[in-house]
């Protein structure tokens, strides 16, 4: 019954900005990390940016300087703050949040969730 809902995708031109968010609802009792992951045309999918409970962070190198990643513990949402886009920054855009969740009133488990996606256009 946990959900990820994704927002903030869209096209923009090469140097612009977007941010996007990755709401979670349902019972959930802590999340240990959120992430955000891309896959573009003909590539793999790959992990752009996490952070976990403690708030470390972590970033591949394509987008170290350009991308920030962060949360709003209360709102149980990470943000992706892109900046300086570039046109091989085009993918879709998705987020995975690995969550301790109630099953019960009395049991809880550590589940992993993705979200539906969201496309990021970077072009002229």
């Known amino acids: 019954q946990v959900q990820l809902v994704e927002s903030g995708g869209g096209l923009v031109q090469p140097g612009g900005s977007l941010r996007l968010s990755c709401a979670a609802s349902?019972?959930?009792?802590?999340?240990?990390?959120m992430g955000w992951y891309r896959q573009a045309p003909g590539k793999q999918r790959e992990l752009v940016a996490s952070i976990t409970s403690s708030g470390s962070t972590n970033y591949a190198d394509s987008v170290k300087g350009r991308f920030t990643i962060s949360r709003d513990n209360a709102k149980n949402t990470v943000y992706l703050q892109m900046n300086s886009l570039k046109p091989e920054d085009t993918a879709v855009y998705s987020c995975?949040?690995?969550?301790?969740?109630?099953?019960?009133?009395?049991?809880?488990?550590?589940?992993?969730?993705w979200g539906q996606g969201t496309q990021v256009t970077v072009s002229l």
């Open positions: 349902g019972s959930i009792f802590s999340f240990n990390a």
């Open positions: 995975n949040a690995d969550l301790s969740v109630w099953l019960d009133s009395l049991r809880r488990t550590r589940m992993g969730y």
